[in-house]
């Protein structure tokens, strides 16, 4: 069954350094996503992607996030100048391209980021 | 405000049904949706109802009210594998699916 996968599973940086998460949706996915999960708290959207640019983001997902899709398969999550409340998993997730509103979203396995 | 409540922590025993309830206030309804969700992993999808009633699916259902802004879970025949996070949401219109903080179910023998 075809999966999402991301890259690395476990990133540690330090405090103002900037990270990049990347993931590889589903091939025929067409609306991607990012989620983070603070450990012990709900998962929590930051932004979804569809036809080459953002269609929805979070409070969250202020000018410190960027998105982008560099090429036909990769889908990538640019934090700069991490800070301490950054350390969580972040979740890639793709949804199939027809009728959008009832796919269910396709997780990849995440990325731990640790912030020092 | 959006807002989805289910409770925080439920104990079941092999074999038994379990029913886990959840509420949504949310600016928009475009499905709700049931993952699952083990510790350290990822959510993995289980169920999706947009229009009201039971959706059944092996040993999981799920049903939905909308007027009520309620669903529930109803696991069957539980089995120690069950033991995960179970997690209610709802896609609201547009793009964005918000989840609520997860019911962490604990099978016992």
């Known amino acids: 069954e075809p999966e999402v996968t991301q890259t690395p599973s476990h990133q540690v940086t330090q405090m103002g350094q900037e990270v990049i998460l990347r993931c590889v949706p589903i091939s025929n996915h067409l609306y991607f996503y990012w989620y983070r999960q603070i450990l012990g708290q709900k998962v929590e959207f930051l932004v979804s992607?569809?036809?080459?640019?953002?269609?929805?983001k979070s409070e969250i997902f202020d000018d410190q996030f960027s998105v982008e899709r560099p090429d036909g398969s990769n889908f990538t999550l640019k934090i700069r100048s991490t800070k301490l409340e950054d350390s969580a998993m972040y979740f890639c997730?793709?949804?199939?391209?027809?009728?959008?509103?009832?796919?269910?979203?396709?997780f990849g396995n995440g990325t731990r980021l640790t912030v020092t | 405000g959006q807002n989805i409540d289910q409770p925080t922590e439920m104990t079941a025993t092999e074999g038994a049904i379990v029913q886990i309830n959840c509420t949504y206030q949310t600016s928009g309804f475009n499905g709700l949706f049931w993952y699952q969700q083990h510790a350290g992993e990822a959510p993995t999808f289980l169920s999706y109802?947009?229009?009201?009633g039971l959706e059944e699916k092996g040993r999981f259902s799920s049903f939905l009210s909308r007027s009520k802004g309620y669903s529930y879970l109803l696991l069957k025949e539980l089995q120690m594998k069950d033991s995960a996070s179970y997690l209610c949401?709802?896609?609201?219109?547009?793009?964005?699916?918000?989840f609520g903080a997860g019911t962490r179910l604990f099978v016992k023998a």
């Open positions: 949401a709802v896609k609201t219109g547009g793009f964005k699916t918000i």
């Open positions: 109802n947009v229009l009201d």
């Open positions: 997730a793709s949804s199939e391209p027809q009728d959008a509103y009832n796919s269910p979203l396709h």
């Open positions: 992607f569809y036809n080459n640019e953002i269609s929805e």
